[in-house]
């Protein structure tokens, strides 16, 4: 019986392994060519090439993934046949419905191209939008699709002299002749130039640029500046075209241009700018509307860097909370939380029911709620040049900073006496703050005046340490012993928060004088470089200017001047409140390291100021004198010691050879040199918490534009949340626990009670999480009112089952509001066609993220000849629409009225609306929640955001003057009169605030809240609704 043949095998495994991966790859190519044949041929991972390389990821406008170079053009035309079949209009904004765009066009395919197409490209731009680098130009909300204005330029060398905006230009390159060219951009500011290996743009590849930060720039004419505007050469052919596409950013600076240049690689050459004996275009847009974008050619070049990486939110608002999802929990039937809280009247006396108010004084009686926990709506990240939210003058933070908060730690053996000092500068009570106009009148009155001389003691005068600014030196003498009338310490510590403390060392309003000697701060010049030496005849010292906002006494002082530094003797005159006197020459001479003494008996105060850029030709140096020093002349040995050892000077001949000694120091140092200050990096120093929130009121202030909203104490909000859970598990039997408080908002009135509206996530035993969304009102002890249309008076109320008598939660009549009440977006348009796309989209994507069918988008048209507005609309996967249309100008009052009379339901909130709104996905709950029919309105505060600034880099301010976006009952808007059409009529600005005076007359509350993540778009008015443009232009503008 023959054998197995092993060893053979063994010998040829190699051979046998090699045959087999060879029928596998036979068996594997056979199957792919028969699916491929049914149209389900094998997929590669997306992103990968043939080989199974990484291929860069294109994405479009709205971040739907693009097909790879390597498709095959029948793919596009095959979309396109389906897309046909289903009844779609592929020329249509958005045909595979709202949120989606069109197809990205990077096939090999193009239009169809003809001759007359030849001399000219296109031009597309995009204005208002700041920023010098290309990047910017991406992340501009309608790149590349709806640019501002389509036209057309004869050659690659664009110069519109204007600021801001951005170009795109593309089309056709048709080379002169066979052979190596190589191109150059040059541009102010950044620019990209890219271009195709053939006609199709999917094949565009970067070969220059000038900068991607935006600061680089080039001269008009300067190709070679940079390495990165000159490109490699490129071989071309004469009888074919190649796509290219330029791009350029130009921001408020500088002189605008973009140029494309091109040479033949040969030495000596200069770059040429492309003519248009050279270029055609890629499709003609003359006969398109703005809303056509199907033919718009998306290329690597339109996307690159538009998606970035997520990355941790430079703003908190950014972060995410649960307020932003809470309302896709299942909300709690209010019928189940009607016996929990005994029922009262709602009427508070902030109500505004047929009082008498001037036109647009309602804005001082709107309001502010407390928010708790934080929402983080406050903008710090704007506070580094606006800093309203802090109570201190912009002059006093400019000058000193927030230093007053801070208590400088004392070293061992250190006096206290620098408290006395610091406190003299600090504004410590906010009534303390001044107007320009006080501080005028105050320095004016400020007159010397003669002081009492003080007991005469020897004093010992001790070094303090410096203040921040090292410049300011200081010598106290030590403090009296105090009396038997005088045995009270003097306050030392330094209160970190505006609580009630005694009076201030400020305006007058000081502790008695007996408490410590009296001082004053006197400044003068130190020099290092030598001075002559006095011969019994002293120079006349130049006065020192008054430092404003600085009075350390309840009366005024008399004014002390030390001695400058040596200069030519020139005649001086003085002002005094009497006759003048000669300046007595200085019996003694004090010297220290960091500070000297030189009394100087004047009548001219010199205060010291806190500003450190002191130039380096004088530096003044503040000295602490007893009022005793300056108000007498001293006696020889009286009050003259060293500051350093502490030891008397002796008689005035001594005080000769310690100038002598001073002097030739001086001499040893380089002339016209000045001393450095040391830096203490030892100091520290103690804070106690502080709260600002407490500082602020809730009226709604309309000077600080970056505040958010108003933090309720936690303390507060969780005292009310307690209460409401033991009488709701006491009226279900402990069925719910509380799990978190997701948001509680309190409207205070102080005179009846405060306003709740409570939102807590709760979980039910034996059942899911549920959300409980209610108005409660604590009222206060013995507040009663009747109803406000004293129809109804409250019912008798019942005794209170708090046993220590604090106010009670009650449940106020007819504040509830619905869930499921329609919402009606009303937005009259013009010649807007790139932001009534971007609005369909955003209400498309809100319908889908939150499943929320009871909206309805009603869009007033005025004739608008940039787009077909209707037919937007009937694409669009809206839930519901209207569609009407008005002739004559844009009229903004009689566009909102009109979608007002076309809602049928007068128990449906109607939302005044503006076109340039990002919405956040919580927007239709937030409404409903603060829209409760005949008692309130909403306002939401939007932000603004700035040039440039685009949602996910929110930079901006809350618009807390507009009051445009607003969300009332159409019942209550019927009821004040609607919008007035009569005074407003071609205009709009001022129509919010007259429109507010009358809810408010009406009875009718208005919240006014900021709301996360809600923002309105930058945009210029310039060319908006072209209502008095020009006709006959050949641009198109949306």
């Known amino acids: 019986m023959p054998r197995f043949p092993v060893k053979k095998i063994r010998k040829q495994m190699k051979l046998l392994l090699l045959l087999l991966l060879l029928t596998c790859a036979a068996w594997l190519t056979y199957v792919h060519l028969s699916l491929a044949r049914q149209g389900r041929a094998l997929r590669q991972r997306p992103g990968s090439g043939r080989d199974g390389e990484k291929l860069p990821s294109v994405t479009d406008s709205h971040g739907v993934p693009a097909l790879p170079s390597t498709q095959r053009a029948e793919d596009s035309s095959e979309s396109q046949e389906e897309q046909a079949s289903e009844g779609r209009d592929p020329n249509m904004l958005f045909p595979g419905g709202a949120g989606r765009p069109p197809p990205l066009n990077l096939t090999h395919q193009t239009p169809p191209w003809r001759e007359e197409f030849k001399g000219q490209v296109n031009l597309h731009v995009f204005e208002d939008w700041c920023g010098g680098a290309v990047d910017h130009l991406r992340r501009n909300l309608h790149f590349p699709l709806f640019p501002h204005t389509r036209t057309i330029v004869k050659k690659l060398a664009v110069s519109p002299k204007w600021k801001n905006y951005g170009l795109r230009i593309f089309g056709f390159i048709h080379p002169a002749k066979d052979g190596d060219i190589q191109f150059s951009v040059a541009s102010d500011d950044n620019s990209e130039f890219w271009l195709s290996i053939d006609e199709s743009p999917a094949a565009a590849q970067l070969i220059a640029f000038v900068g991607k930060t935006g600061s680089e720039w080039t001269a008009p004419g300067e190709f070679t500046k940079f390495r990165s505007q000159v490109s490699k050469p490129r071989r071309l052919m004469a009888s074919r075209k190649y796509y290219f596409e330029l791009l350029h950013k130009q921001d408020d600076r500088g002189s605008d241009h973009v140029e494309v240049g091109w040479r033949a690689f040969l030495p000596g050459l200069k770059f040429e700018i492309i003519g248009s004996a050279h270029i055609s275009l890629y499709t003609d847009e003359s006969s398109l509307k703005m809303d056509h974008v199907a033919h718009i050619p998306q290329s690597l070049a339109s996307h690159v860097g538009s998606h970035f990486p997520q990355q941790e939110p430079s703003v908190d608002m950014l972060r995410p909370d649960p307020r932003d999802t809470f309302f896709l929990t299942p909300r709690m039937e209010p019928s189940s939380l009607e016996n929990v809280l005994e029922p009262c009247t709602y009427a508070p006396t902030y109500i505004l029911k047929d009082f008498p108010i001037a036109r647009y004084q309602g804005l001082q009686f709107v309001y502010l709620s407390f928010v708790y926990p934080n929402d983080y709506t406050r903008l710090t990240h704007m506070e580094t040049d606006n800093k309203c939210f802090y109570r201190e003058s912009p002059l006093y933070l400019e000058r000193f900073g927030f230093y007053k908060y801070m208590k400088m730690d004392k070293e061992e053996g250190e006096d206290d006496e620098e408290e006395v000092q610091r406190r003299a500068f600090l504004f410590l009570n906010p009534d303390d703050f001044l107007d320009d106009e006080d501080d005028q009148e105050l320095l004016d009155s400020l007159e010397p005046t003669e002081a009492s001389v003080p007991q005469s003691s020897r004093q010992t005068p001790t070094s303090v340490a410096p203040a921040k600014n090292k410049k300011l030196t200081v010598v106290t003498p030590a403090p009296p012993m105090p009396s038997s009338l005088d045995g009270q310490t003097p306050r030392r510590s330094r209160a970190l928060s505006w609580a009630a403390r005694p009076l201030p060392l400020f305006l007058g309003r000081a502790p008695p004088p007996h408490t410590a000697p009296s001082k004053v701060y006197v400044t003068r010049v130190r020099p290092v470089q030598p001075r002559p030496r006095s011969s019994g005849r002293a120079l006349p010292d130049p006065p020192w200017p008054h430092f404003p906002r600085v009075f350390l006494r309840p009366r005024p002082l008399p004014r002390v001047q030390l001695r400058a530094p040596p200069r030519s003797p020139q005649p001086h005159t003085r002002r005094t409140s009497g006759h003048q006197t000669p300046e007595p020459r200085p019996s003694a001479r004090a010297q220290a390291t960091h500070s000297q003494v030189a009394p100087v008996h004047a009548q001219e105060l010199a205060v ?196 220590d008598g604090r106010p009670e939660l009650c449940r106020p009549l007819r504040l509830a509001w619905r869930q499921d009440v329609m919402v009606h977006f009303i ?139 607003f969300g009332i009952y159409k019942s209550d808007f019927d009821r004040v009169g609607g919008m007035n059409t009569e005074e407003f009529r071609d205009q709009w600005g001022g129509e919010d605030w007259e429109l507010l005076d009358r809810v408010l007359q009406a009875g009718l509350e208005v919240e006014r809240l900021r709301l996360r993540n809600f923002y309105h778009h930058y945009h210029s008015k310039r060319g908006m609704w072209g209502t008095r443009s020009r006709k006959g232009s050949r641009v198109e503008r949306s």
């Not at 303390?715 to 409401?724: H, I, S």
Request: proline share 6%; hydrophobic share 35%; glycine share 8%.
């Open 827 to 965: 937005v009259p348009v013009k010649n807007q066609a790139r932001w009534v796309a971007q609005f369909l989209v955003d209400m498309a994507a809100l319908h889908v993220h939150t499943g929320d069918s009871h909206f309805n988008i009603i869009l007033v048209d005025f004739e608008s000849e940039d787009m077909d507005v209707e037919q937007a609309l009937r694409v669009a996967r809206l839930p519901r629409y209207q569609y009407l249309r008005r002739t004559g100008n844009f009229e903004r009052s009689a566009g909102l009225q009109a979608g007002v009379d076309a809602v049928e339901d007068p128990s449906s909130i109607v939302f005044l609306c503006d076109l340039h709104i990002h919405f956040p996905l919580n927007i239709l709950d937030g409404i409903r929640k603060h829209c409760v029919e005949g008692k309130l309105a909403f306002a939401p505060v939007v932000m603004r955001l700035g040039c440039g600034s685009s949602p996910g880099d929110p930079h901006g301010y809350w618009e807390v003057n507009g009051f445009g976006l």
């Open 608 to 803: 010291p100021t806190a500003d450190s850029n002191w130039s380096a030709e004088a530096k003044p140096v503040t000295s602490f004198l007893s009022l005793s020093q300056v108000s007498r002349p001293q006696l020889p040995g009286e009050g003259e010691e060293e500051e350093e050892e502490g030891e008397d000077d002796g008689p005035p001949g001594e005080e000769a050879a310690s100038d002598d000694s001073e002097e030739e120091e001086a001499v040893a140092r380089p002339l016209g040199r000045w001393r450095e200050d040391a830096i203490d990096w030892q100091r520290t120093f103690s804070v106690g918490a502080v709260d600002f929130e407490l500082l602020r009121s809730d009226w709604n202030d309309l000077r600080c534009n970056v505040s958010g909203n108003l933090q309720l104490p936690e303390a507060e909000a969780v005292d009310v949340v307690a209460q409401y859970m033991e009488r709701l598990n006491e009226r279900h039997g402990g069925r719910f626990a509380l799990l978190r408080i997701v948001n509680v908002e309190k409207r205070r009135d102080s005179a009846r009670g405060s306003r709740f509206l409570l939102e807590l996530e709760l979980q039910e035993r034996g059942g899911g999480r549920l959300r409980l969304s209610e108005y409660v009102f604590l009222r206060l002890p013995g507040a009663r009112a009747g109803d406000a249309d004293g129809e109804s008076p409250e019912p008798p109320a019942a005794p209170s089952w708090r046993p």
